[in-house]
């Protein structure tokens, strides 16, 4: 199975992450302005790796404005590489005390959760972030839940989320990679190449999903098959892992 879960961005946009606060230069209003900056920098150097001046930065935002979720749900983020898996999860509780119905501060916290392999809790909160009508991707949440399922070895549910996000989404391919490779786990060779297929005749292939149906193609010794799903992904995505791997295995796709 591809590991990993679709985690929503935590306040990399910047320019909506935080509340404006109040513009005529109140104490509290250039407090909130400090806060945003400091989220700023922390977030960057979060990104960069450079987890003590992130802590410093994310901490003084902390401090300058209490009740924003963004900087909970950026100290969350920082705590949980740090280690720190309790605090992580307390910042994510209080960002969602602070903002309960933002979808992707739902999102993130659901992907901590299964990612700690508390898979109950962390579909709850990717099924309330999937049906918040604020959400403009629940596919992903609940391709996400099925991720998380797999995960759990509890593959008929994984199942059933896949097509709850390929009915909200039949064009979304992580969608039908987990589908069909879950379908491929469970010998349903025939069903996860026909999705797939039936999916490359409309939409653009994923090197992912080449390499998937080349593996099916394989077992199912397809010569022809493989031949042409290992020609495309040689071609389309030359520079891409499932390339290499194709490469590596000493296969000439012809």
């Given amino acids: 199975m591809k590991p990993g879960l679709l985690c929503a961005s935590l306040c990399l946009g910047?320019?909506?992450?935080?509340?404006?606060?109040?513009?005529n230069g109140s104490g509290v209003g250039r407090s909130e302005a400090a806060a945003r900056i400091n989220l700023q920098l922390g977030v960057g150097y979060l990104q960069?790796?450079?987890?003590?001046?992130?802590?410093?930065?994310?901490?003084?935002?902390?401090?300058?404005?209490?009740?924003n979720p963004e900087i909970h749900g950026a100290m969350a983020w920082l705590d949980e590489r740090l280690g720190k898996d309790k605090?992580?999860?307390?910042?994510?509780?209080?960002?969602?005390?602070?903002?309960?119905?933002?979808?992707?501060?739902?999102?993130?916290?659901?992907?901590?959760?299964?990612?700690?392999?508390?898979?109950?809790?962390g579909v709850r909160y990717f099924e309330q972030?999937?049906?918040?009508?604020?959400?403009?991707?629940?596919?992903?949440?609940?391709?996400?839940?099925?991720?998380?399922?797999?995960?759990?070895?509890?593959?008929a549910d994984a199942a059933q989320r896949f097509a709850r996000a390929l009915r909200s989404n039949p064009a979304y391919s992580e969608a039908v990679f987990q589908a069909s490779d879950l379908d491929f786990q469970q010998q349903k060779l025939a069903d996860a190449r026909f999705r797939i297929d039936v999916f490359m005749l409309t939409n653009p292939a994923t090197p992912d999903l080449l390499l998937l149906a080349y593996r099916i193609a394989q077992v199912q010794k397809d010569a022809t098959a493989q031949q042409r799903y290992a020609i495309r992904l040689s071609k389309e995505f030359p520079n891409s892992d499932q390339a290499h791997a194709l490469a590596a295995s000493k296969i000439d796709p012809g």
């Avoid at 910047?14 to 513009?23: E, I, P, Q, V």
């Avoid at 509780?93 to 993130?108: G, K, Q, S, V």
């Avoid at 991707?137 to 399922?149: D, I, K, Q």
Wanted: net charge negative; with cysteine.
């Fill in 87 to 121: 605090e992580a999860d307390k910042e994510f509780r209080t960002a969602l005390e602070l903002a309960p119905h933002d979808p992707a501060m739902l999102n993130n916290y659901a992907v901590f959760l299964c990612s700690h392999e508390r898979a109950d809790e």
């Fill in 48 to 67: 960069e790796g450079n987890l003590p001046i992130a802590k410093e930065k994310l901490e003084r935002a902390r401090r300058q404005d209490p009740h």
């Fill in 129 to 155: 972030a999937a049906t918040n009508p604020l959400y403009r991707t629940p596919w992903a949440a609940y391709t996400n839940a099925g991720v998380c399922l797999r995960a759990a070895h509890r593959d």
């Fill in 14 to 23: 910047l320019s909506a992450c935080a509340s404006t606060g109040d513009s």
